[in-house]
Structures are given as C-alpha cells and as structure tokens.
C-alpha cells in the first residue's frame, strides 16, 4: 500500500497545454509538500501546506497553482507550459511535530514531466 | 536560513572499500540532519537522520553519520560498499516546525556514488 502516491508518473506535453499532477497521502500526516528537481537532480521546494493551508510558498512562477482539498491531497496545476518546466516533480509529506522539524518526510515516486 | 552543501558530486569506490560522502550545513537554529537516498526513477527513501542526542547515527543498509557540530558537519559513512549502494545520496536540513520554515527540507545538491566490482 504506497504511502505517497502521484500521478501521473510520466508526462508529456507540448508548450503552452495546462496540465495537473495528483498527490495521495495515506500517512494521516498534516503537511505535505511539492518538490522540483531539475535536470542536475538538484530538489528544490516549491510549496508546502499544513492542513489545507498553503505555509510555504518559494519564489515559483504563478503558472504554479498548488490545490489542496483536503490534508491527505495536494495536486499541482501548471498553466502555459513551457520548455524549463521540464522535470520531475516529488510530492512529500510529513507530520509536523509542534516546534520540531525532527520526523521524516515520505515522498512519492515522482513525476517527469517533458514538455516539447 | 539554512543550506547544505556536499563536497563532491560523483564518489567512486570499489566494491567492499570504505564508504565516505561529505555534507557540511548552515543553520541559525539547532538543526535537525538527514540523509535521503534516490534510486534511479525511483522517489528518495530516508537512511538516517540526526535529531538530539546521540552524535553517531546509524541507518539503514549499514550506513552511519556522524554530526560535528564543530565542523557543521554530518558526513556519510559505511565501512564496506556492495554494489546494491550505487545510487544518488542527498544531504538535507530542517528547521523547526514553526517560525517560516514550517518543517521545510532544504537539500545538498547529491553525491552519485558508484561502486565498481
């Protein structure tokens, strides 16, 4: 039973096209996360909710809309496609203690996006 | 603000030599440290991390670290690689779960090991 689960795993698209990626968590946890990684595998947080409350918000162009219906999902649209958005991009989550930033984060398998 | 860097994009070992993956970090605040590794297509998988306590860590898979907060460092070790090891290794930091960092995982840029027979 995955823990972290995203769809797509693969995605191409040509430029322009809006897309979504989905995120599941069945940890029962209160924050979840999306990550970018780049072509040099260098991950980089995009965003973050904790209970359906977006926290954490890194300097990611508005074509990124992060959703989150409920603290077990956390989907990312992507609107206008373009060439640099090619990557894959890792949803996480984890249970924030009050005051610590101790636990584990748990990430999905990740989704590769191509944009042609 | 926190950072993390590892000295070392691609290590090579030879299968059963001493593994070793340097990571030295930058926090304002007592850090908490992890160590994350990343097969090929797969997500990353967490190996150990350092919170209180105990300075010497150990993991999963034989593998170890070791927080100097001295050197602000928390380098990688296992005694002897198998070549199920190869794989990219990341070094990450966290902050607390409140202020702005919200538990926010910032990552070193990953040190690809590989292991020859």
């Known amino acids: 039973d995955t823990a972290v689960s995203q769809t797509p795993k693969y995605l191409v698209t040509q430029m322009g096209n809006d897309k979504s990626i989905k995120c599941e968590q069945n940890?029962?946890?209160?924050?979840m996360y999306w990550y970018k990684q780049d072509s040099k595998k260098f991950l980089k947080i995009m965003f973050s909710?904790?209970?359906?409350?977006?926290?954490i918000n890194e300097t990611v162009p508005n074509r990124f809309s992060p959703k989150s219906p409920d603290k077990a999902h956390l989907n990312l649209h992507i609107n206008s496609l373009e060439l640099g958005d090619s990557a894959v991009y890792f949803c996480a989550s984890r249970q924030l203690l009050k005051g610590k930033g101790d636990t584990e984060a748990f990430f999905g398998q990740g989704t590769r996006l191509t944009v042609v | 603000a926190q950072s993390v860097t590892q000295l070392g994009s691609h290590v090579s070992v030879s299968e059963g030599a001493l593994v070793l993956l340097r990571c030295n970090y930058s926090s304002s605040v007592p850090p908490y440290l992890f160590w994350y590794v990343q097969y090929p297509n797969q997500g990353l998988q967490l190996l150990l991390k350092y919170t209180t306590g105990a300075t010497l860590v150990k993991g999963i898979n034989g593998f170890e670290a070791e927080f100097k907060k001295s050197e602000t460092s928390f380098h990688l070790t296992k005694p002897s690689a198998h070549m199920s090891d190869a794989a990219e290794y990341f070094c990450?930091?966290?902050?607390?779960?409140?202020?702005?960092?919200?538990?926010?995982?910032?990552f070193g840029q990953g040190t690809i090991l590989t292991v020859h027979p």
């Open positions: 990450a930091v966290s902050g607390g779960a409140g202020g702005t960092s919200y538990g926010k995982l910032t």
């Open positions: 909710y904790n209970n359906k409350e977006l926290i």
């Open positions: 940890l029962g946890h209160d924050t």
